[in-house]
C-alpha cells in the first residue's frame, strides 16, 4: 500500500476563525441580524486581508444546514447565490485557497469537527474568533476555545447579533469570563 506524502501545514500561533458568515440567512430573526452581520463581515474581510501576510491562518467554521452529503464549497455556492444579504455576505466573505474550511453540526466551531486537531497542527495558541451570531455560536465556540486553552480575541465590530444588546451582552459576557479580549478589528495584530 502506497503512502499519500501531505506537506505539513505551515504554523500559525494565532489564527482567524470565521463562524457562519456563509450563511442562508433564511430562519426566525434573520432579517433583525442581517444588517449587523453585513457590517461585521466587511470589518472581518478587512481583518482577513491585513492579517493575511502577517502568517495569520483563516479557519471558516460553518453550519451544514443539515446537509450531510454536502461540502463547503457547495454551501459557499448555495448562499453565494441568495439575494440579498446573505448572497453578499457570502461573495464577500468567500474563501481563498489557501484558507481552511469546514463545517460543522451544532453551535460551537468545536464540536463534531476536526477544528481542535487542526488548531493543534498549527500550534495555534491565540483564536480570533468573528461572525454570526455573537451571542450563539460565536459564543460558543469561544467557550470551547477557552476550554481547551487558547487566548480568545473576538473583534467587537466583527461579530453580529439580532441586536446591538444582545450582541454588547454576548461580548461582556464572554470578556468576563472567557477572558476575551474584545477589541475593534482595526487594532487586532497577528501577535496581540
Not at 131 to 138: L, P
Not at 171 to 177: E, H, I, S, Y
Request: proline residues 6%; positive net charge; aromatic residues 6%.
Amino acid at each position: 500500500m502506497s503512502s499519500i506524502r501531505v506537506p505539513p501545514l505551515e504554523p500559525s500561533s494565532t489564527v482567524l476563525l470565521l463562524v457562519d458568515f456563509i450563511n442562508l440567512l433564511d430562519f426566525d430573526g434573520a432579517d433583525a441580524l442581517a444588517p449587523s452581520a453585513e457590517a461585521a463581515a466587511r470589518h472581518a474581510a478587512r481583518l482577513r486581508r491585513r492579517l493575511s501576510p502577517q502568517g495569520v491562518r483563516t479557519v471558516y467554521a460553518n453550519d451544514n444546514y443539515g446537509l450531510w452529503t454536502s461540502d463547503f464549497k457547495d454551501v459557499w455556492k448555495r448562499c453565494a447565490a441568495r439575494p440579498g444579504a446573505a448572497g453578499r455576505i457570502a461573495r464577500l466573505m468567500k474563501p481563498r485557497a489557501q484558507d481552511l474550511t469546514l463545517l460543522k453540526p451544532r453551535h460551537s466551531a468545536f464540536y463534531a469537527t476536526p477544528l481542535d486537531i487542526l488548531l493543534e497542527q498549527l500550534r495555534c495558541k491565540r483564536v480570533i474568533i468573528a461572525g454570526i451570531a455573537a451571542d450563539s455560536c460565536v459564543f460558543f465556540s469561544a467557550m470551547d476555545a477557552y476550554l481547551r486553552g487558547y487566548s480568545v480575541c473576538i473583534p467587537h465590530d466583527g461579530v453580529a447579533a439580532e441586536s446591538d444588546d444582545a450582541r454588547d451582552q454576548a461580548l461582556a459576557q464572554m470578556a468576563r469570563v472567557l477572558k476575551a479580549d474584545v477589541k475593534p478589528a482595526a487594532s487586532i495584530s497577528a501577535g496581540r
